[in-house]
């Protein structure tokens, strides 16, 4: 049965309206390949008319309590909690991950973080700072940045925006979003969620289109401040634009897993495969690089292989389905060379290796185990960004820490050990803003600083409890004179 083609509109000062632009982009489903929406991309005056919009709403929203901004965020969450399955079968058909085993799960992570941020808003407290001169009083509070510009990806589509959206409003921003032009649906169906729940007009806008929108919308005028979450390459331009507006960047990562000589390797199998797995591994913090022992090298590949044998590739509308296909042709063409470099330079692959025949359309990759992997390989330089588990052999714990840290990029890491003084030789010695210890590079939580780590091209800034809070506001100063009229010097009392 043919899908309804919807006809998306931005979503400017509470209101659905055209977009002008030029350009109209086509959204077709990586599941089924049939055309889901027409997205007219936005006009420069519609990139205006929503900074105008959220400006205009950014004092008023600013000026309430944080308790009553924080009661029409858990009104958001409980409108999505409403409407989750809803939410969860249109992601799974624009995006691809599978209805079961992730988008469900993504939807209440929106919730959770709009419920944690409402409430980490009101115990935001801030400190009061001891001061040389005795009639002074000084004391700091948080200030809204302003209005932000949001730059989302087609990984999590409703999912990350939520991340950046949640903590933003709670501190009395306001926004425009642009979401990734491959999956404009999830945020147009979000925006709609948080209308609904009774979001004041202005304080969230939508608009959509490609890299010129964005552009044009990180350098209008009426920005404050900059959200971005995508890739690197991405990042630099966003920042070489924004100039000196306040910036929170995550721009991908290549995660190292570690497997010590002592590892639990039935663990660690688990773990590398679900971080390189779970939404056909495309997630910035996947198991990109999985960097193992020499010595227990045989034995931990032996058990990958039959973790990863338990992974189904297919409809990722069957409950059973574990991989559904990848979003986008240029990811899976990406997926596509870096498994033949890996082959090229003497790896050997040992589950999967190909793109699936015999599926609605060309983008079900199979889960993808390659042994031997050269560390010069693409697939152990760069984000690969598909269902991967690249095994390469490293000789004890010097050289695992040096193979791992040799990356321009440095997000999330894991390493699995029973020692615990290697524990914390890897998690301060990885060059990560994570690091997790006998568990996967996917692991999260919705309180977790998550960002990345300096001296690296993944990013600055932390999403996650009071650090996005902290991150997306301004710390303002106040010093009183509380010495009254008298001169302190003489001792005597103040004037009545």
């Known amino acids: 049965m043919a899908v309804a083609v919807r006809t998306l509109q931005n979503f400017v000062g509470g209101s659905w309206v055209e977009a002008t632009g030029d350009g109209v982009r086509e959204v077709v489903s990586p599941v089924t390949g049939e055309t889901l929406a027409e997205a007219p991309d936005a006009s420069p005056e519609d990139v205006s008319r929503a900074t105008r919009a959220a400006r205009y709403a950014q004092p008023a929203w600013e000026a309430l309590s944080v308790f009553e901004r924080a009661e029409v965020m858990h009104r958001i969450a409980d409108v999505l909690e409403e409407r989750q399955e809803e939410l969860a079968r249109s992601l799974t058909l624009e995006n691809g991950k599978p209805f079961k085993a992730e988008a469900l799960d993504d939807i209440t992570e929106m919730a959770d973080n709009f419920r944690s941020s409402a409430e980490d808003a009101k115990r935001l407290e801030s400190a009061v700072i001891p001061t040389q001169d005795a009639g002074k009083r000084m004391i700091t509070l948080r200030r809204a940045n302003g209005v932000y510009a949001a730059i989302t990806p087609w990984n999590f589509p409703s999912m990350i925006p939520a991340e950046l959206i949640a903590p933003g409003i709670a501190m009395g921003n306001t926004f425009v979003v642009k979401p990734s032009e491959w999956t404009p649906i999830a945020m147009a169906d979000f925006m709609q969620a948080m209308a609904d729940a009774g979001l004041p007009d202005g304080v969230v806008n939508l ?203 440095g997000l999330q890491a894991a390493v699995y050990t029973a020692d615990l003084g290697r524990a914390f030789r890897f998690g301060e010695g990885l060059r990560a803003g994570s690091v997790i210890v006998n568990d996967s590079t996917m692991y999260w939580e919705t309180l977790q600083p998550f960002g990345g780590a300096a001296g690296t091209k993944t990013g600055w800034g932390r999403v996650g409890g009071r650090h996005a809070l902290e991150d997306m506001s301004d710390l303002r100063t106040i010093i009183l004179d509380v010495s009254g009229a008298a001169d302190p010097a003489d001792g005597s009392p103040p004037a009545a």
């Not at 608009?207 to 990042?235: C, K, M, N």
């Not at 660690?268 to 779970?278: N, S």
């Not at 059973?320 to 890996?342: I, R, S």
């Open 207 to 409: 608009i959509y289109g490609g890299g010129d929108v964005g552009e044009r919308l990180v350098t209008d005028d009426e920005v404050d401040a900059i959200a971005f979450v995508g890739s690197h390459t991405t990042a630099e331009k966003i920042v070489r634009a924004a100039g000196l507006r306040r910036t929170l960047m995550e721009a991908s990562g290549n995660g190292p897993v570690v497997v010590c000589a002592d590892a639990d390797l039935e663990l660690a199998a688990k773990g590398a495969v679900y971080g390189a797995f779970y939404c056909a591994g495309q997630v910035c913090s996947a198991s990109e690089r999985v960097l193992v022992d020499r010595a227990v090298h045989d034995d931990f590949l032996a058990a990958v292989v039959r973790e990863a044998e338990g992974w189904k590739v297919g409809d990722p509308f069957d409950d059973e389905t574990l991989v559904g296909p990848m979003q986008n042709e240029p990811t899976a063409q990406k997926m596509d060379a870096h498994v033949e470099d890996a082959v090229s330079r003497g790896g050997e692959v040992v589950v999967g290796g190909s793109r699936e025949d015999g599926r609605p359309t060309r983008l079900y990759w199979q889960p993808t185990v390659v042994a031997g992997v050269a560390r010069d390989s693409l697939t152990a330089r760069e984000e690969t960004f598909g269902p991967i588990v690249p095994v390469i052999a490293v000789d004890g714990d010097d050289d695992a820490l040096a193979v791992a840290n040799d990356s321009h990029l």
